[in-house]
């Protein structure tokens, strides 16, 4: 089993601030098959990423994921009072999915 | 576009069986497996297996094998996940999610509440 590890647990910034929220794997993920996934309070998850770095469908351009292997990155070039949420990392395509902790970005 | 409107919430007893419906719409309900994710209050998200639409064949996560049944019913497009012996950890909301790999659509989900 794949374990996701994200750091860090919460993060404090102001609209209009860069954040950049990471994702370790305990073992490389195939074909960087490593999606990203923003939550609102009572809200279900919505898919940001996935492949590692491509955007979803409707996602604005703020938005970015990288990396490979082990190692993962998701970062928002400038916040909005929107992009205030949980963002969870998750591997996909082998069994079992797995999802990290998730990491709070919070307004400062 | 597509839909998936799941069950009410449940509140049952620490031993009791619960079973979440999560009806589709919008698009081909055999073409994708049907996932089941929970999440407990405050804390992330947990994948607990997938079902197989068109053929029924399960796959569960490790931790639910022997508690956890998913099913499915064609006829109306709607897949069920059932948990037995409900402990209080168990307390979660429920949220199916048809995929081949990523999860583009989500119910809106189900809170399941575990207490005496």
């Known amino acids: 089993e794949i374990v996701l590890t994200q750091s860090p647990g919460t993060l404090s910034l102001s609209p209009g601030e860069r954040a950049t929220l990471s994702c370790r794997a305990s073992q490389s993920v195939s074909s960087s098959y490593l999606a990203w996934y923003q939550q609102k309070p009572g809200q279900a998850p919505r898919l940001l990423i996935y492949g590692a770095s491509n955007r979803a469908t409707g996602i604005p351009d703020r938005f970015s994921g990288s990396g490979s292997g082990t190692d993962f990155t998701l970062t928002i070039s400038r916040l909005e009072p929107e992009d205030f949420a949980v963002y969870h990392c998750q591997h996909y395509g082998s069994s079992p999915w797995t999802f990290g902790q998730g990491t709070k970005v919070e307004i400062k | 576009q597509v839909q998936l409107v799941q069950s009410g919430a449940e509140v049952k007893k620490p031993g009791a069986s619960v079973r979440v419906s999560c009806k589709a719409s919008g698009y081909t309900f055999t073409a994708y497996f049907m996932h089941w994710v929970r999440q407990a209050p405050g804390q992330g998200l947990e994948w607990m297996g997938w079902?197989?639409?068109?053929?029924?064949?399960?796959n569960y996560a490790q931790k639910f094998q022997g508690r956890v049944t998913m099913t499915r019913d064609t006829s109306i497009t709607t897949a069920f996940m059932e948990l037995s012996s409900l402990r209080s950890d168990d307390t979660a909301v429920y949220y199916c999610?048809?995929?081949?790999?990523?999860?583009?659509?989500w119910g809106q989900g189900t809170p399941v509440t575990v207490s005496s």
């Open positions: 079902i197989n639409p068109n053929s029924g064949d399960t």
């Open positions: 999610a048809p995929a081949t790999v990523t999860f583009d659509n």
